[in-house]
């Protein structure tokens, strides 16, 4: 099942898949709206500033998890992405070899000159 | 501009493209993601002494951004109830397209993860990133997110293969 199934998704001869970055926006958020985020139990966090870096804790997955995540059986061993990771690779490899948008540079150029006119 | 100041350009520069594409399967929406890279950009470049020499920047700036999204998600879970509905006729018009349909197949997939097993299925698939890594983005254990990204897996396979999705 799965040989057909994915020798029939794979991507294009020259590695990308016939859809542009917007389309997997729209996908990704085709299915569930921002208010089914599977962060219902998360506690209010402390300063951003104090805590840029530092992760912070989602709850477990929403979506009707029976089990919490935390107390799952333990995978041992690798995980077999062999058939995903190339098919994900190719739906983000549009994005990421996109220009980067002017407005980020101009950003950082923006910061730099302040860096620079502090010291 | 002063030396350290266009190294950390240049650093933030290369971690752009990135940031976006993660930022994407977080938020879902290009103009928001492009925002939230923005945060993120200004958070990193006024904490820079956060940083820990040594430690992986990329990871550094995908946790900014993780907690980017989820402050703002609080934010706006006080405010307005916020829901999309997406008309499917945006992505399939060119639905007789075979590789077309089985691509939004794998995104749809995709779309239909808790954000938690998305985020970490991507960090390691698309960048490539440690288990390590992502428990250190995410802020849980290892096995936590190995749980995370089998999880993301089954269901994403189940999807393709027209089953049920298993938690």
């Not at chain 1, 989602?58 to 062999?82: F, K």
């Not at chain 2, 977080?26 to 020499?53: C, K, M, P």
């Not at chain 2, 970490?120 to 997110?145: D, F, K, Q, R």
């Amino acid at each position: 099942m799965f040989g057909s199934l994915y020798s029939s998704r794979q991507a294009t001869a020259n590695g990308k898949f016939p859809c542009n970055a917007s389309t997997l926006v729209l996908c990704l958020g085709y299915s569930r709206g921002r208010g089914e985020m599977s962060d219902e139990r998360e506690k209010p966090a402390g300063s951003p500033k104090a805590n840029a870096g530092k992760p912070q804790t989602v709850g477990a997955s929403a979506h009707n998890d029976a089990v919490p995540e935390d107390v799952v059986t333990p995978i041992d061993g690798e995980i077999d992405l062999a058939r995903l990771a190339p098919q994900l690779r190719g739906l983000y490899q549009e994005l990421l070899n996109e220009p980067i948008p002017d407005r980020f540079t101009k950003l950082l150029d923006e910061l730099a000159r302040k860096e620079t006119g502090k010291q | 501009m002063s030396a350290p100041s266009a190294a950390l350009r240049e650093a933030l520069v290369q971690a752009i493209p990135s940031l976006r594409a993660f930022a994407i399967s977080l938020s879902r929406d290009r103009n928001e993601a492009d925002d939230l890279v923005q945060e993120t950009l200004i958070r990193a470049w006024n904490s820079l002494g956060d940083f820990q020499e040594g430690t992986n920047f990329k990871a550094w700036l995908f946790t900014i951004l993780r907690n980017n999204f989820y402050n703002g998600l609080r934010k706006l879970k006080h405010q307005t109830e916020y829901a999309k509905s997406m008309d499917n006729s945006h992505f399939v018009e060119q639905a007789s397209q075979e590789k077309k349909l089985e691509f939004e197949d794998v995104i749809r997939g995709l779309g239909v993860l808790p954000p938690d097993q998305r985020e970490a299925l991507i960090l390691v698939t698309v960048e490539n990133m440690s288990y390590e890594e992502v428990a250190t983005i995410c802020g849980c254990p290892i096995g936590t997110v190995k749980s995370r990204v089998n999880r993301a897996r089954a269901r994403l396979e189940a999807h393709l293969e027209g089953g049920p999705s298993s938690n």
